[in-house]
């Protein structure tokens, strides 16, 4: 693929767990990481995936989008605590004639944390922490695809991990001549069973009348998507919110992200209670407040939420109701779908997360530092 063109590829979600991306793309991605320590966990992360193939010839993966990483990870055959071969697919680097160890040494070794080259070591390794995880990894190169095909079957896990961040490894990164550094996505509602959604490479194509905000960067923690966010309103009434619960402070890490890897919104202390306690003002009618799992702003039945407007600087967000509540399996229990930050080293980062992103177009222009939202229907019928 020559030049910088839209592609305009086809998410489909796999019920009911979930959602899935198929596109249209191939492109040589290196380096990728193989997993020689337990990454179980670290593969059942809910998000949205595409299927992919690795390596020549190709072998078939899932592989879960994040734009809050850089990594390109792939369990290998030989990984201890992956899953099984026989429930999940792995990557064997010995059965691929394009696949290259990247030694320690190389230019992509020094841009990753903390390399160590242990005795008779083929690849630079390094440790990898993702969603509460920790693997041992190897870095190598291959060549990716991502496939065109329509994803069908039930409850179907990612086995890798495709970062869209910013830094250097990323797949935005490594395809920068190609796509420009721009995409965006239009995330289906969890809610469906059957729809399908859009994800666009490249800068032709994009909306063309789409408010935005402006893109900040933080060199210490580079692959984030930091916004400028100013505010909460409820309604028609903004939240008392110390200024300071969104300053952008790259030295602490604090500020607001907009992340497709994270499901639920979570706001640092001050803003999440001013943000609680209004909606639970705005729904006492609905009976007496309860708690379901992580979630302390839960209602018996069903609730007819305000609306919450997301301010940033040039635009406001307005969440639809679906964006706002999240519901029990049995339908009985109905919760606030945010939550407070969690108290470690994120308690100072608010995370505008992808159940309050779904039905609307993100658009992310790095070289032009901005991200865009604009309405949009992304479900639609299968």
Same mark, same amino acid.
């Given at each position: 693929m020559g030049g910088h063109h839209d592609e305009l590829h086809d998410l489909r979600r796999v019920p009911p767990h979930l959602p899935g991306f198929a596109c249209h793309l191939s492109q040589t991605l290196?380096?990728?990481?193989?997993?020689?320590?337990?990454?179980?966990?670290?593969?059942?992360?809910?998000?949205?995936?595409?299927?992919?193939?690795?390596?020549?010839?190709?072998?078939?993966?899932?592989?879960?989008?994040?734009?809050?990483?850089?990594?390109?990870? $792939?369990?290998?055959?030989?990984?201890?605590?992956?899953?099984?071969?026989?429930?999940?697919?792995? $990557?064997?680097?010995?059965?691929?004639?394009?696949?290259?160890?990247?030694?320690?040494?190389?230019?992509?070794?020094?841009?990753?944390?903390?390399?160590?080259?242990?005795?008779?070591?083929?690849?630079?390794? $390094?440790?990898?922490?993702y969603g509460g995880s920790s693997v041992r990894a190897g870095l190598g190169q291959d060549i990716l695809a991502l496939a065109s095909?329509?994803?069908?079957?039930?409850?179907?896990?990612?086995?890798?991990?495709?970062?869209?961040?910013?830094?250097p490894l990323s797949f935005l990164s490594q395809t920068k001549d190609l796509y420009a550094s721009t995409f965006s996505y239009c995330l289906p509602s969890f809610k469906s069973l059957n729809f399908s959604g859009t994800l666009r490479l490249g800068p032709i194509?994009?909306?063309?009348?789409?408010?935005?905000?402006?893109?900040?960067?933080?060199?210490?923690?580079?692959?984030?998507?930091?916004?400028?966010?100013?505010?909460?309103?409820?309604?028609?009434?903004?939240?008392?919110?110390?200024?300071?619960? $969104?300053?952008?402070?790259?030295?602490?890490?604090?500020?607001?992200?907009?992340?497709s890897g994270t499901m639920f919104t979570r706001l640092v202390a001050p803003a999440y209670a001013a943000l609680r306690d209004e909606f639970r003002r705005r729904v006492k009618a609905a009976g007496p407040v309860t708690s379901l799992g992580g979630f302390d702003t839960c209602y018996n039945g069903a609730i007819k939420p305000p609306a919450i407007t997301l301010m940033f600087m040039g635009m406001n967000v307005t969440l639809p109701p679906d964006n706002v509540l999240i519901h029990s399996t049995a339908g009985s229990i109905t919760c606030l779908a945010m939550a407070a930050a969690p108290d470690n080293v994120n308690s100072v980062l608010n995370v505008i997360a992808n159940v309050q992103q779904q039905n609307h177009r993100i658009f992310f222009d790095v070289p032009n530092a901005r991200v865009g939202f604009a309405r949009e229907s992304c479900t639609a019928a299968a």
């Amino acid at each position: 693929m020559g030049g910088h063109h839209d592609e305009l590829h086809d998410l489909r979600r796999v019920p009911p767990h979930l959602p899935g991306f198929a596109c249209h793309l191939s492109q040589t991605l290196r380096p990728l990481l193989r997993a020689h320590r337990p990454g179980r966990q670290l593969l059942q992360i809910p998000n949205y995936v595409v299927r992919a193939s690795l390596g020549t010839p190709a072998q078939p993966m899932l592989v879960a989008l994040d734009t809050s990483s850089d990594t390109a990870w $792939f369990p290998c055959a030989a990984c201890t605590g992956c899953p099984s071969a026989s429930t999940s697919a792995s $990557f064997d680097p010995s059965s691929s004639t394009t696949y290259r160890p990247l030694p320690c040494g190389s230019p992509q070794c020094a841009q990753v944390p903390n390399p160590s080259c242990p005795d008779g070591a083929a690849s630079c390794a $390094f440790n990898l922490t993702y969603g509460g995880s920790s693997v041992r990894a190897g870095l190598g190169q291959d060549i990716l695809a991502l496939a065109s095909e329509k994803m069908t079957g039930n409850s179907i896990p990612p086995q890798g991990l495709l970062g869209l961040g910013r830094g250097p490894l990323s797949f935005l990164s490594q395809t920068k001549d190609l796509y420009a550094s721009t995409f965006s996505y239009c995330l289906p509602s969890f809610k469906s069973l059957n729809f399908s959604g859009t994800l666009r490479l490249g800068p032709i194509g994009q909306p063309k009348k789409i408010k935005t905000t402006t893109l900040l960067s933080n060199a210490r923690r580079s692959s984030l998507y930091y916004v400028s966010m100013i505010g909460i309103r409820v309604g028609r009434r903004v939240l008392d919110i110390p200024p300071s619960a $969104f300053a952008f402070d790259p030295a602490t890490g604090a500020g607001t992200i907009i992340d497709s890897g994270t499901m639920f919104t979570r706001l640092v202390a001050p803003a999440y209670a001013a943000l609680r306690d209004e909606f639970r003002r705005r729904v006492k009618a609905a009976g007496p407040v309860t708690s379901l799992g992580g979630f302390d702003t839960c209602y018996n039945g069903a609730i007819k939420p305000p609306a919450i407007t997301l301010m940033f600087m040039g635009m406001n967000v307005t969440l639809p109701p679906d964006n706002v509540l999240i519901h029990s399996t049995a339908g009985s229990i109905t919760c606030l779908a945010m939550a407070a930050a969690p108290d470690n080293v994120n308690s100072v980062l608010n995370v505008i997360a992808n159940v309050q992103q779904q039905n609307h177009r993100i658009f992310f222009d790095v070289p032009n530092a901005r991200v865009g939202f604009a309405r949009e229907s992304c479900t639609a019928a299968a």
